[in-house]
């Protein structure tokens, strides 16, 4: 029998590789779902939302595989000691996906959340005996700053970080890759990731939408970015499944896979403005340095702008520095592992208009889209 602990599994990618835990899970297999939670009941209730989402695609038989524990990684003792502790000789399988993702945190907040919470599950994972894998969702943007091809190798820290997510998702690496010689580690490495891309569907609207959205509405006035730099983006379905083919084909043996859509598929800001200028029929506007606009330009617009502009200018500042990027996120490891398969990133320009017509339907997320499809369930 094998069970798996997940954690994370309310958020974008975790619901997805729940679900697909779920799909592929054995007559016996369990999947404990880490929730935070003010009560047991309130744990169940979290976890029946995410099985219960229309994207899911789950049957009821496939949903009863799965359970809630109430509990925090960022807790001593992961904040359930007494029901951990019964669960320890059981658990086979850990995918650690939690993580706080907010960029303004200040480095305490985000470290708390991010490396305690990585160093609590690899506690964990010590005291389980029959433990096979502990797989770690990370993010290529713990490449923080450098720029050039970036290996699927260990954190540098030489060239800083541009915000504390980017940092704290280093330093947990630095943690797993400790790990390695005692625990059965793996680390994956997504970057942007975006909706499914033969329906479109997203559970996030953050991240690459908040300024497609704006950009869409007409709100920019000029676009604060390097029209050189390059935007890597992967749809979910392809990171889905990327992940599970590698860790039902690869061992957990410290292995570091860029699940990105690799140099052959990487676009321009530039090539993303006309490709968003197309789909969304709008102008585009010219580009100005990042740095220089919200150094020279930000306290004087700030005095003529007022509400929903105002707001987008102090938003869009924490997404500059992907508007600027210089970094190549070399993929050999995941291809190896992928060949074969028929699992690959596909490019943008492919699945772009479905990502946009699902934003449309949604109006971004504020209404159900008229007959949501699940998001694809490929092998």
Not at 60 to 73: I, Q, T, W
Not at 269 to 284: G, L, S, Y
Not at 328 to 349: H, K, Q, T, W, Y
Request: with cysteine; glycine share 6%.
């Amino acid at each position: 029998m094998k069970t798996t602990l997940i954690t994370g599994a309310t958020g974008f990618l975790g619901r997805h590789l729940l679900w697909r835990l779920l799909k592929d899970a054995a007559p016996d297999d369990r999947i404990i779902a880490l929730l935070r939670a003010n009560s047991a009941e309130a744990a169940d209730r979290r976890l029946i939302h995410v099985l219960d989402d229309p994207s899911s695609g789950l049957t009821p038989s496939e949903k009863a595989a799965a359970g809630a524990l109430r509990g925090d990684v960022a807790a001593e003792a992961l904040g359930a000691a007494h029901a951990l502790t019964a669960l320890q000789p059981q658990v086979t399988h850990i995918i650690h996906c939690a993580a706080s993702v907010d960029f303004t945190l200040d480095l305490d907040a985000s470290r708390k959340i991010n490396v305690g919470g990585t160093r609590n599950m690899l506690d964990f994972a010590r005291t389980a005996p029959n433990l096979q894998r502990f797989d770690y969702i990370g993010t290529a943007f713990a490449a923080g700053a450098r720029s050039g091809t970036i290996r699927e190798t260990g954190p540098e820290f030489s060239a800083g970080f541009h915000n504390s997510y980017e940092r704290s998702k280093a330093e947990s690496e630095v943690l797993v890759r400790a790990a390695a010689p005692e625990l059965p580690t793996a680390i994956f490495r997504p970057s942007i990731i975006v909706g499914d891309s033969k329906t479109g569907v997203t559970q996030s609207f953050n991240v690459l939408y908040w300024p497609l959205k704006v950009f869409a509405r007409r709100m920019v006035l000029c676009i604060p970015a390097n029209p050189d730099g390059l935007i890597d983006i992967v749809p979910i379905d392809y990171v889905r499944d990327a992940i599970f083919h590698i860790r039902q084909s690869r061992p957990a043996d410290g292995t570091i896979y860029h699940i990105t859509c690799g140099p052959q598929n990487v676009v321009t800001v530039d090539q993303m403005v006309k490709i968003a200028a197309r789909e969304f029929n709008v102008w585009t506007p010219p580009y100005v340095s990042p740095g220089w606009t919200y150094r020279l330009l930000k306290p004087l617009l700030k005095l003529v702008l007022r509400g929903e502009r105002r707001r987008v200018l102090n938003v869009g500042e924490q997404y500059l520095p992907y508007l600027a990027h210089t970094a190549l996120f070399d993929d050999s490891n995941a291809r190896a592992a992928l060949a074969g398969s028929g699992i690959a990133a596909p490019p943008v320009e492919r699945y772009f208009s479905t990502l946009v017509a699902y934003c449309k339907d949604s109006d971004w997320g504020k209404r159900e889209p008229p007959d949501p499809a699940p998001p694809s369930q490929g092998q």
